[in-house]
């Protein structure tokens, strides 16, 4: 197998709102292909950031890899930003990487079905799908937890309420108790008028809470390896 590493002087894809691009050496971006099998382990050490460079208190580093299949970028966990200015990334796979920075309020990318790693220090904000569902968690230990999107659900719908078709499934790598847990979906006023319900709760498992605007705000207790949830509304007519 040959591992060939191109350099690239801009990210070409458009990063997602927020993330700025950053130089190390000479490139801003490496494209990483394989001519055969897949990458089980291997550690990315960069160039050292301009002497221009000057990252603040209030601004995180990271690695994305921007993936084709799902034409979206994904946060990289573990990537480091150096004393010396490098970078050193663990490579998950074939793909192209862009070195970014931004606002440490800024949720991090990541692609439904990916795990991301979790903490028992703070809580972690996690942005799937540019947005449409926003997950804020902390575990009891260090863990790793995966959100996947489902095409349908495995319970039916509360009394007094219609699902509008969003189904989710949460898994942690290691079953414990979470110490917070928030789940924000932004839903489609579209799909929401068309199975003709107000919006007005949303339920996941047996929990309901109101909405804010167009964000559903859920409070998220995992005490067990797998959460399903679906977003729901109350029925117009229903008290």
């Known amino acids: 197998m040959t591992i060939t590493t191109k350099l690239a002087s801009d990210v070409g894809a458009s990063l997602p709102t927020d993330f700025s691009s950053f130089t190390v050496g000479a490139y801003a971006g490496l494209n990483i292909s394989l001519s055969a099998g897949t990458i089980t382990q291997a550690t990315l050490t960069t160039s050292p ?8 208190a209030e601004m995180q580093v990271a690695c994305l890899r921007f993936d084709a299949e799902a034409n979206t970028y994904t946060y990289i966990d573990g990537a480091k930003y150096n004393a010396d200015k490098t970078m050193t990334v663990d490579l998950p796979k074939a793909g192209f990487y862009a070195f970014v920075s931004a606002s440490v309020s800024i949720p991090l ?4 079905a990916e795990a991301r790693v979790t903490s028992s220090t703070s809580v972690k904000t996690i942005s799937y799908a540019g947005g449409e569902l926003t997950l804020e968690v902390q575990t009891t230990t260090d863990n790793k937890i995966t959100c996947t999107k489902k095409s349908n659900g495995t319970a039916e ?5 219609r699902s509008i078709g969003t189904f989710f ?3 942690l790598d290691t079953e414990e108790k979470v110490k917070k847990g ?4 932004k839903y489609d006023s579209t799909t929401v008028a068309a199975v003709s319900i107000d919006p007005s709760h949303s339920t996941h498992t047996c929990k309901q809470a109101h909405t804010r ?7 998220l207790s995992l005490s067990c390896t797998h ?8 029925s117009s007519w229903c008290v």
Request: with cysteine; glycine share 0%.
């Open 213 to 219: 605007t167009h964000t559903f705000s859920i409070s």
């Open 109 to 112: 990318p990541t692609i439904y």
């Open 157 to 161: 719908d509360p009394t007094n309420k």
């Open 227 to 234: 959460t399903n949830i679906y977003i729901c509304a109350q």
């Open 182 to 185: 928030e789940i924000k979906y």
């Open 49 to 56: 950031a301009s002497a221009a460079t000057s990252i603040a």
């Open 169 to 171: 499934d949460i898994e």
